[in-house]
T-cell receptor, first 115, second 111 residues
């Protein structure tokens, strides 16, 4: 059973389009995250949600909007896609946040290519 | 601010030991992690260490933490070609709400 799953695995789209990436975890975790990995493999936190509430919103353009319909899902919607948005986006989850351990489990990633 | 630094590349021969080093800036970090990323794959947690520990061993992996120097290392004994991957060091941010990653060390193992 896949613990953290993301769809789609690959996404190729034109500049200016709007797209969504979905993430689901079946671990019963309370906290979910989105990370962006750029072409140089550098990983950076974008958002963190705990029990459907936003905890972290790093310096991310407001074209990016996370949505958490329930504790097990955290989707990422991106408006007006730009070339610089091309990257691999990873979803992750952890039991809690700010607690004694923040062991995070990562999804397989979604490779977004903006043409 | 919080920052994590790693060397970018390491090349070893099969059977040798690999040591990947990392330095971090936040002295209040409670947990430090090592993640492995194989080509085209997601991140896999290898091991973590709590800040009150100096060393942790798990089979072929040994983590050493020097809190005074804010230095973390991962030693892989008897390195195999299957260990070729990118290894990320990460610290938990001050609020405990996200991981701060280093840029990753690409380990290349030759036979």
């Amino acid at each position: 059973d896949t613990a953290v799953s993301q769809t789609p695995k690959y996404l190729v789209t034109q500049m200016g389009n709007d797209k969504s990436i979905k993430c689901e975890q079946n671990l019963g975790h309370d906290t979910m995250y989105w990370y962006k990995q750029d072409s140089k493999k550098f990983l950076k936190i974008m958002f963190s949600y705990n029990n459907k509430e936003l905890i972290i919103n790093e310096t991310v353009p407001n074209r990016f909007s996370p949505k958490s319909p329930d504790k097990a899902h955290l989707n990422l919607h991106i408006n007006s896609l730009e070339l610089g948005d091309s990257a691999v986006y990873f979803c992750a989850s952890s039991q809690d946040h700010g607690g004694t351990n923040n062991e995070q489990f990562f999804g397989p990633g979604t490779r977004l290519t903006v043409l | 601010g919080e920052d994590v630094e790693q060397s970018l590349f390491l090349s070893v021969r099969e059977g040798d030991s690999s040591v990947i080093n990392c330095t971090y800036t936040d002295s209040s970090s409670t947990y430090l992690y090592w993640y492995k990323q194989e080509p085209g794959a997601g991140l896999q947690l290898l091991t973590y260490i709590f800040s009150n520990m100096d060393m942790k061993q798990d089979q072929r992996l040994t983590v050493l933490l020097n809190k005074k120097d804010k230095h973390l290392s991962l030693r892989i004994a008897d390195t195999q070609t299957g260990d070729s991957a990118i290894y990320f060091c990460a610290e938990l941010n001050q609020a405990g709400t996200a991981l701060i990653f280093g840029k990753g060390t690409t380990l290349s193992v030759s036979s």
